[in-house]
């Protein structure tokens, strides 16, 4: 029955969407009816409106609507969808200020001349546009209302002008900032939870173990970091279809003429069109530029392009005038100057401590304010002009609306989807698919384009990949990362606006067409950009570091990057240091022997074993590196002879454990049954007979696992324990290595700090004498906190401690606390004595050493990658790599 209520619910929510009923009433009006269905039907032929449920009942799945609204509004950890309102408002603002056709004009007396050169520019534009405004309608309209009649005038084909306008149009989907992406993101969020969760549990059964390796783990995604994904995708898109018109215009002579410029290209040109380029592209480094390189979040770029757009608008709309410009040069200058501040200046006022700090912040507050003028006036402006600034807060305020009930229908959809099963049979579809992975992926997005022929790609997003994303990502044979597969959606869903009958993009342009343009030419026109959608999809597939690289490269260059010995990091970051092995070995030995010859007789007896052990150590890394790809490779020799037979097994396993939950839920329901003051027998009898079938059944799959099946799971687990523990031996022994002689440099490194200490611990004597116990305890912990700040000083502490101590209690005892600090004396001396004459011998020697391996041996110790480090890794964690024979 469930099945029954599954279809209802599918059959209605397609219904009202197709019907024109507004979606926003659509999605959560078939859940809410579907799931009151169940019950009613439920309560009038079981006696119980929990029956037809999976699992719960109406109470709890209707109830997860209301969960899901209070997530999307009073959760605070999750602030992603704040950045909507706030791209919406920058990219309506952007259209009402008129700054699409200022662009369309300037890069069409550009490009005019070129062969194609009306639809590279049109193509270009779209692609700016996308970048500062990703609203489709608005840019599909102004390029139809602006560059088709002239494309027309220049006896442009009729399909290739409409479908260059219609796709450009559609970059904004794409390429970042836009509004799918921050969806995606937000969705894949949940999706990537619920998969890792799905992982888990998959080792759990595979090997019995409780705790999976973060290694194993599936990493979240961003709308940050889909934006940094989606960016290389986007323009490999815009590549695409210029590379199309222009062989379109070389081939059939006619299509595409050249249009030339009446005008000069003289100053007065250039001017024009930089001051049409600049201003867009100023936006799009503030606001796509603020990301990548880490210095603001999604949602506060959100805020920079808000009040970029604001600003710009405030100068076109009063286009003319003397001080149209005024606003814009003080927020210019406002900026530059908050900017130098920040380079010379800690702005927190909590790190006031001099006069010149105070100065600083001063300073900084002056600039916000003058900034602050700026955006209020440009505001003002547009508030003013043609009532601007209502206009574009209402259709934010419209358009914002309109996206977040969709999101809280899509989620109580899911939930009535998931409450009659619905998950399950996809999860169990794509798990019979034959061809792993590829064969699920290729399904799903076939089903996503051919959605996109009726419905819109939000509808898409909320609905689509909350279901198919977490049995995507919990896959470990593909292994692929939450930011790709966003991006993957994201470059098909874009095909929706472009796929008749329903393409919102064919629309717009046949609204504001002339009558000579018929429906015909629109779709004529949109199938060959179509088609080079979904070439970019296969050519991203194929290439995910496409997508992977920009983000990793920029969270391992961040401020907040993870240091080199996070476990993430470590398969890469060994197959980089190994490769340093290969090509620096001799070098390494040589500054390890260089320094073994170094006397060091005058070192403390602990110093002088912690030397000669690091240098063994070092030494020592060679050999097991060796051993380490000696396991790599006998795992390497086996592994295509197991893994045959792991997929097999581990298949049969699956239908195994499903067979079993089906047997636990046919015995819950015969309990139920038996349970009742009058069991009805022919019911008993049926679910007795199911169940001695299962059981049947998962007796005839045990019979089908291989006899050499344990023999061969040993076998391989053996060797993959003997792998990580070679590798577990090396960055022991590593990291050992490095940090005895990094604390021994910095030991003796300390030794002009500890020795600027010695009045202030030789006056401690005299303190015991002359004041009382409490203040000489004060002074006491003074001197033993500075002590705290420098290396190795431990003994010296020890021992002011101990002084410290005897001061204490009732009976202080001030004669054992000056014996104490007599002694600590004696070893602050000792310390200081052998310190020196190792930072005169010793010290250039260790520096010279250290440089040599903090790259190889040391890189583990670090406390964050280099530049040209993190590009290494970045590319290396870019590729999926097949983790399947873990679980």
Known sequence: MELVFLTILFLLMMSALISGFPVAFSLPGSAIISIGLAALFGYMLEGNVNSYFVEGGPIQWLSAGVTNFRSLYWDVERDTLIAIPLFIFMGIMLQRSKIAEDLLVAMAQLFGPVPGGLGISVVLVGALLAATTGIVGATVIAMGMISLPAMLRNNYSKPLATGTICASGTLG??????????????????????????????????????????????????????????????????????????????????????????????????????????????????????????????????????????????????????????????????????????????????????????????????????????????????????????????????????????????????????????????????????????????????????????????????????????????????????????????????????????????????????????????????????????????????????????????????????????????????????????????????????????????????????????????????????????ADLALAEYTPTYRPLHEEVRSLQSEIRDLEEDIVKLERELTRYTRSDSPPKDKVKEIEAKIAEEKNAKEQIEKKIPENWEESRKTYVTLSKTENLASSKYRTNVDSAYQKIEELKNIIGDVERLSALEPQLRALEAVISSESAAEATARFKLEESALGEIAGSSTIKSKFSKARRALKGKSPKPEKAIQFVKEGMEIFSSEIEWRRQAHAELGPALETYINAIKNSIGLRMQKRLTVEQAEAIASCKSIHRDISLHF
């Open 173 to 630: 989907q794409i390429i970042p900032p836009s509004i799918v992406l921050i969806i995606l993101a937000d969705q894949l969020s949940s999706a990537t939870d619920q998969a890792s969760t799905t992982r888990a549990a998959a080792y759990k059964a595979a090997t019995g173990e409780f705790s999976m390796p973060s290694t194993l783990d599936i990493t979240s995604t961003s709308a940050g970091e889909m934006f940094m994904g989606a960016l290389v995708p986007g323009l490999v898109l815009v590549a695409l279809y210029i590379a199309y018109i222009l062989f379109v215009a070389l081939v059939k002579a006619g299509s595409a003429p050249p249009v030339p410029y009446d005008g000069k290209y003289d100053r007065e040109f250039i001017f024009t069109v930089m001051m049409a380029l600049i201003p867009p592209l100023a936006l799009i480094f503030a606001v796509l530029g603020s990301i990548i390189m880490g210095v603001a979040t999604v949602n506060q770029a959100g805020a920079i392009g808000a009040v970029g757009a604001m600003v710009m608008g405030g100068y076109r709309l009063t286009s003319g005038q003397r001080n149209s410009y005024y606003p814009a040069y003080l927020a210019i200058g406002s900026t530059i100057v908050i900017l130098i501040i920040l380079s010379f200046y800690d702005l927190n006022v909590k790190s006031i401590k001099t006069t010149e700090d105070a100065f600083g912040i001063f300073f900084a507050v002056v600039a916000v304010c003058i900034l602050l003028v700026a955006v209020v006036w440009s505001a003002w402006r547009i508030y003013k002009i043609e009532d601007a600034l209502h206009g574009v807060m209402v259709e934010t305020a419209k358009t914002t609306s309109m996206v977040f009930v969709i999101l809280i229908g899509a989620a109580m959809l899911t939930s009535a989807f998931r409450g009659f099963g619905g998950e399950e049979l996809v999860k169990d579809f794509l798990a019979d698919l034959p061809g792993g992975f590829w064969a699920q992926f290729i399904v799903v997005m076939s089903v996503i384009f051919l959605l996109g022929f009726f419905l819109d790609f939000i509808e898409i997003a909320v609905v689509v990949v909350p279901i198919i994303a977490p049995i995507l990502l919990a896959d470990p044979e593909a292994n692929v990362t939450a930011v790709w597969l966003g991006v993957m959606v994201g470059l098909n869903i874009q095909t929706s606006f472009l796929t008749p009958p329903f393409g919102f993009a064919l629309f717009y342009l046949r609204g504001v067409a002339p009558p000579a343009v018929k429906t015909t030419h629109i779709y004529r026109g949109a199938m060959p950009f179509i088609g080079l959608q979904l070439v970019a999809l296969v050519i991203v597939a194929v290439t995910p570091s496409m997508v992977n690289y920009l983000p990793y490269r920029t969270s391992l260059t961040s401020d907040t990057a993870p240091p080199p010995i996070n476990p993430r990091l470590q398969y890469c970051i060994e197959e980089q240091v190994f490769a340093t092995y290969d090509r620096e070995a001799d070098q390494l030995r040589s500054q390890i022997s260089l320094l073994q010859k170094s006397d060091v007789s005058f070192l403390p007896k602990k110093q002088q074993k912690d030397f000669q052990q690091s240098l063994e150590q070092a030494l020592g890394t060679f050999d097991l590196v060796a051993k380490i790809r000696a």
